[in-house]
T-cell receptor
Framework: KQEVTQIPAALSVPEGENLVLNCSFT??????LQWFRQDPGKGLTSLLL?????REQTSGRLNASLDKSSGRSTLYIAASQPGDSATYLC??????????FGEGTQLTVNP | DTAVSQTPKYLVTQMGNDKSIKCEQN?????MYWYKQDSKKFLKIMFS???????INETVPNRFSPKSPDKAHLNLHINSLELGDSAVYFC????????????FGQGTRLTVV
């Protein structure tokens, strides 16, 4: 059974810092890995999708990497802003179309 | 246009009642999901349908019954609601096994009193 772990559970940084969020998964037989953002009381917004054959994806100040063999992914946020404050979730998709989520990292960027 | 839409957004009801949550997607996806997000914000899959066929059915009480009248709709009916059913329920869709993104609705916050 796939298990996804995200570290740290919470992170508070001053504005402008670069930061890394970590995601690990136990079963490397994944189809893809997706990073989401969730604002309080809101739904999930997709940030980046990395296919199993890819090593990284970039979108603006966000860069996500994937090391499938070791079961790890990182989300790098450059020059963080207060508007980046949210909960970040990673999810892995298996061949049966199941999306398994981690518990999330709650990020606070202080002005 | 909203890609994945759920109704209602908020639902407050008494224990023992039966309620339904509706979900529709206009993305042309063939796979739809229901997820439950508990008070600790953990998202856990409940059901998944592919082309109207049930493909994932987690350990969920049989008071919960999904229904997919067509590929674009996946509704969730809950009988005899209990206090522990209070949570946020999210509908999502994707293109099955293809390497495409999953899109989520805005959630339905269910409160059982």
């Amino acid at each position: 059974k796939q298990e996804v772990t995200q570290i740290p559970a919470a992170l508070s940084v001053p504005e402008g810092e670069n930061l890394v969020l970590n995601c690990s998964f136990t079963d490397s037989a994944i189809y893809n890995l997706q990073w989401f953002r969730q604002d309080p009381g809101k739904g999930l917004t997709s940030l980046l999708l990395i296919q199993s054959s890819q090593r990284e994806q970039t979108s603006g100040r966000l860069n996500a990497s994937l090391d499938k063999s070791s079961g790890r992914s990182t989300l790098y946020i450059a020059a963080s802003q207060p508007g980046d404050s949210a909960t970040y979730l990673c999810a892995v998709k298996d061949s049966g179309s199941r999306l398994t989520f981690g518990e999330g990292t709650q990020l606070t960027v202080n002005p | 246009d909203t890609a994945v839409s759920q109704t209602p957004k908020y639902l407050v009801t008494q224990m023992g009642n039966d309620k339904s949550i509706k979900c529709e997607q206009n993305l042309g996806h063939d796979t739809m999901y229901w997820y439950k997000q508990d008070s600790k914000k953990f998202l856990k899959i409940m059901f998944s349908y592919n082309n109207k066929e049930l493909i994932i059915n987690e350990t969920v009480p049989n008071r919960f019954s999904p229904k997919s009248p067509d590929k674009a709709h996946l509704n969730l009916h809950i009988n005899s609601l209990e206090l522990g059913d209070s949570a946020v329920y999210f509908c999502a869709s994707s293109r099955g096994q293809e390497n495409t993104e999953a899109f989520f609705g805005q959630g339905t916050r269910l409160t059982v009193v």
